[in-house]
């Protein structure tokens, strides 16, 4: 069959490239440039928001393969959509701007490439731009982003500086670029010099990384290497992801483009290469024997959801064993607990048989149907409505489990407010469908304050999301301050005598008691000692008082935040023969409590969080400021010898409501942090009228 049609019998007729950079470095304009060097009349798709933070694919025939190519956002707001990338691809194009060099941001995708192992060639961008030289951009590469990266490619450049060609230094010839063609030629002598100049450098990298012991013998004879042999070589390293060739590319006028395309064609591993990602069975308790075959039982997954009010629901598939047709009735996993260890409220474990709806693949930006997409390959599936992202497509009689891929957790909270009723009847609805089809998406209804929290990867996620809650729902929203989840607690100690007697007329209530209060270490708890003597409060009316303190601790005192952290000793009390009752205790106890408290003896605590920041060295002692400003308790530093340091530290949750934006400036994009709850923490006294405004 003709990969012509997308209609492909092999895997290995296959290839799926995700293009990875930082935001801007020009993979939306490579990407259209590859598509175009294959689908004449090819238009790029309009770039608003959506495109913009979404992950693309495109089909595209070159030569005797297919490639799937996926342009993934730059944004770190958007890495969850990179991760999918990650997973859908068997290799990646690491697009680097000669003119931005190599920041922060792309080290840290370099990191999200090098944590899955992912083959991949360097593409280096925005030449023609002032400062853009391809040799100093290697060179940066080579230091911040670490070993294995070698030229493939140099780029040529005519008697005005323009690059108008590149020079191989697989084959040592000379493609030149015009009118969008290409033509190749052998090097002249003095471009033949600059080969040699890089090429000990590019076939000794490739020879070493690729293992190959009997060519390196050969070379260090002196032999000249047969291209073949070289290219297998390449492909060979660059699989294993030791090896990452680099190229120049030129997009005003295409430079490169064929030799882009001939790489992934010949040098870029085949889906039946790449290690597949951990299988099971349903329960997780069996690993699954996978290999990349069209006749093999089913296991595929869905990497990507949209819904479109008027198109429907469609799903990115990516196919890891089997083969997917339309109309197959098959079956749905999605069970996250089973990897994790934990429930997630937001994707819980489900399981269902679906029917697959109509296969499609877009060539450039038209939706081609077709009906049968083999192992290795990436899909659009029409209108699955059980399966949802990362969930599991297998065969009905051999049911399995992709294990998902890891997800980046959302740290910057968002508290909405519906701005009508008719809104706020339709946003819980319209938010479960966002955070099903985005899974860096968490939400949060918190109890004390009873606010709906939209937890996102920053700001930009937010505001795609609140777009989309508008556009796609109608549903309109404002946001408003996060609030804080205070407590108090007892710092003096305090007495009190608590009395609820009412004896006027009819059964009586009568209960009085007395007690004592002491501080608590933090993290302590609720202690209720017990010292009456002669029976003042008789036996069955002890638990009401405990009980009535604990109503009142609730409840809270001074400034009406759940008590926490103190001994209550009840020493004496009275009780009367008839009129007493376990009520009468219980208001005993919680009015004594309430009047033991005073502004002089009650203080604010603020929740805790332990943070762990991971930043490039250099930027530490600016993190440590700015913790500190935050009030925050550093409680020890470490590196991972690699370039990147570790910080723990204590910061007020206060303090924290924006890191995630804050810290992504301070470190110009290289830190990362995590936060678990840590306990409760005193307010300084000069703060606690700003925070009681926020809570
Ligand atoms: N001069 C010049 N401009 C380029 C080149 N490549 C891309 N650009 C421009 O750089 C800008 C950003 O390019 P995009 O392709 O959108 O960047 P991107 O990597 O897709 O960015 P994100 O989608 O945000 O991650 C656009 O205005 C492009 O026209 C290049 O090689 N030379
Ligand atoms: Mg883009």
């Not at 895997?11 to 799926?16: I, Y």
């Not at 000990?200 to 047969?226: C, H, K, Q």
């Not at 069975?281 to 996978?290: C, M, P, S, Y």
């Not at 301050?481 to 059964?507: D, L, N």
């Amino acid at each position: 069959m003709s990969a012509s049609a997308n209609k492909v019998s092999s895997p290995v007729d296959l290839r799926n490239v995700v293009l990875v950079g930082s935001s801007g470095s020009g993979k939306t304009t490579l990407f259209d440039n590859l598509l175009a060097a294959r689908i004449p009349g090819h238009r790029p798709a309009k770039d608003d928001t959506e495109r913009a933070a979404a992950l693309t694919l495109a089909s595209v025939s070159s030569g005797d393969v297919v490639i799937n190519l996926l342009d993934a956002p730059g944004h770190p707001d958007f890495v969850g959509e990179l991760r999918a990338g990650l997973r859908a691809a068997d290799a990646a194009l690491f697009v680097v701007s000669a003119a931005d060099g190599v920041d922060n941001a792309t080290a840290a995708l370099w990191r999200e490439c090098k944590a899955v192992k992912m083959p991949c060639a360097i593409v280096v961008t925005k030449l023609d731009v002032e400062r853009g030289d391809y040799t100093s951009a290697v060179e940066q590469c080579r230091q911040v982003l670490g070993e294995g990266i070698v030229p493939a490619y140099l780029p040529l450049t005519d008697g005005g500086g323009e690059i108008v060609g590149n020079m191989s230094l697989v084959t040592q010839n000379v493609h030149e670029y015009c009118g969008g063609q290409s033509s190749t030629r052998p090097a002249s002598q003095e471009e033949a010099e600059q080969i040699a100049a890089y090429r000990g450098d590019f076939l000794e990298g490739v020879i070493t990384e690729s293992e190959d012991d009997s060519l390196m013998e050969r070379y260090l004879e002196g032999e000249e290497l047969a291209v073949d042999q070289v290219r297998r070589d390449l492909l060979v390293s660059m699989s294993r992801a030791t090896l990452f060739p680099v190229i120049p590319v030129q997009v005003s006028n295409a430079v490169g483009t064929e030799e882009l395309l001939r790489l992934v064609e010949n040098g870029f591993p085949t889906p039946a290469e790449k290690a597949m990602p951990t299988i099971t069975t349903v329960d997780g308790t069996d690993l699954v024997e996978i290999g990349c075959d069209p006749d093999g039982p089913l296991v595929a997954q869905v990497i990507r959801t949209t819904s479109d009010p008027y198109a429907g629901r469609q799903s990115m598939v990516r196919i890891y064993s089997g083969t997917l047709r339309t109309d197959d009735v098959v079956h749905v996993a999605g069970h996250r607990e089973v990897f994790t260890g934990t429930e997630d409220a937001h994707h819980p474990g489900h399981e269902e048989d679906e029917k697959i709806g109509p296969l499609a693949f877009p060539v450039g930006l038209e939706l081609k149907t077709k009906d049968v997409a083999i192992s290795g390959d990436i899909v659009l599936v029409a209108k699955l409505s059980h399966a949802e992202t990362s969930d599991t497509l297998s065969a009905k009689d051999s049911p399995a489990l992709v294990e998902p891929w890891m997800q980046p957790e959302p740290l910057l909270p968002t508290a909405l407010k519906p701005a009508t009723r008719n809104d706020e009847d339709k946003l819980a609805g319209a938010l479960a469908r966002l955070v099903v089809e985005d899974t860096t998406v968490r939400l949060e209804r918190t109890v004390e304050a009873d606010q709906e929290l939209l937890w996102t990867m920053g700001t930009a996620h937010t505001d795609l999301l609140l777009g989309r809650l508008n556009d796609r729902y109608g549903v309109k929203v404002t946001t408003e301050p996060v609030k804080v989840a205070m407590r108090e607690t007892f710092i003096a100690p305090a007495k009190a005598h608590g009395r609820h007697v009412k004896q006027s007329g009819g059964h009586g209530q009568y209960a009085v008691c007395d007690i004592e209060i002491a501080p608590r270490e933090r993290g302590a708890g609720f202690a209720f000692v017990d010292k009456v003597v002669g029976g003042a409060v008789p036996r069955q009316f002890i638990p009401s008082v405990e009980k009535g303190v604990r109503a009142q601790m609730e409840r809270g005192t001074v400034y009406g935040f759940p008590m926490v952290d103190v001994q209550v000793t009840l020493h004496d009390g009275k009780a009367h023969s008839v009129d007493s009752s376990d009520m009468a205790f219980q208001s005993a106890g919680a009015q004594a409590l309430k009047e033991a408290a005073t502004e002089q003896n009650v203080a604010l605590l603020e929740p805790v969080d332990e943070v762990e920041v991971r930043v490039a060295d250099e930027y530490l002692g600016a993190v440590m400021t700015d913790l500190s400003n935050r009030r925050g308790q550093v409680l020890g530093t470490d590196t991972d010898g690699a370039g990147q340091s570790i910080l723990r530290a204590l910061v007020p949750v206060a303090e924290l409501e924006r890191y995630a934006v804050d810290l992504r400036g301070l470190a110009r994009g290289s830190g990362s942090f995590r936060r678990s709850p840590h306990g409760y923490e005193l307010v300084p006294p000069q703060l606690a009228q700003k925070l009681l405004d926020r809570a």
